[in-house]
């Protein structure tokens, strides 16, 4: 996929792609922008918030059809209802504050969230297409802030999002430890 992408030779096409994908989203197209393309920074951010919002119209419009569909297929039933079901179990800020609950869980840069994540609960939720859109964009801008900011901080950048990487697994374990208690 590296080599598919490098001989693409086109370092914002590469930033859009990444931007695009799951797991990576503007999380991974900015700092590969900044530090590896050295494209200017607005670039990086404005490139890397279009590609993470292009999958989110399709998204919000065909999820719930598609997991329809994949609910009631034999082979995918039972990990359709477990995504559902965990998905709602950690969905509980988007519940309480709505479009803000939303723009928080997208925006704030931890695994397992981001605009996919985010249209996935919304549409899980059952929320409106217009407030889970404004709430994913809300989101993602706050995450461009966040992502771009650490970046630029370079190695401080990094000792603090490992540390709020840490700061976030010990407190997933705690609530995990209380919950079985």
């Known amino acids: 996929m590296t080599e598919f992408l490098n001989n693409l030779n086109s370092p914002s096409l590469i930033t859009l792609l990444i931007a695009m994908l799951p797991i990576a989203e503007l999380r991974g197209a900015i700092p590969i922008a900044i530090l590896k393309y050295h494209l200017p920074v607005w670039k990086s951010v404005l490139i890397a918030m279009i590609g993470n919002l292009l999958p989110v119209i399709p998204l ?13 297929w034999r082979p995918t039933k039972k990990l359709v209802a477990k995504l559902i079901e965990r998905t709602k179990s950690r969905s509980k800020v988007i519940e309480q504050y709505k479009i803000m609950g939303l723009a928080i869980f ?26 889970a859109l404004i709430g994913i964009i809300i989101g993602v801008c706050i ?20 540390c709020g990487l840490i700061g976030f697994l010990i407190f997933t374990f705690l609530q995990r430890i209380k919950h079985a208690k």
């Open 106 to 131: 997208v925006g704030i840069p931890l695994p397992i969230t981001g605009a996919w994540t985010g249209s996935l609960a919304s549409v899980i939720l059952g929320m409106k297409f217009f407030h």
């Open 143 to 162: 995450a461009a802030v966040i992502v771009t900011t650490l970046t630029l901080l370079g190695k401080l950048g990094g000792i603090l999002a490992g």
């Open 60 to 72: 919000l419009i065909f999820l719930e059809k598609m997991l329809d569909v994949f609910s009631k």
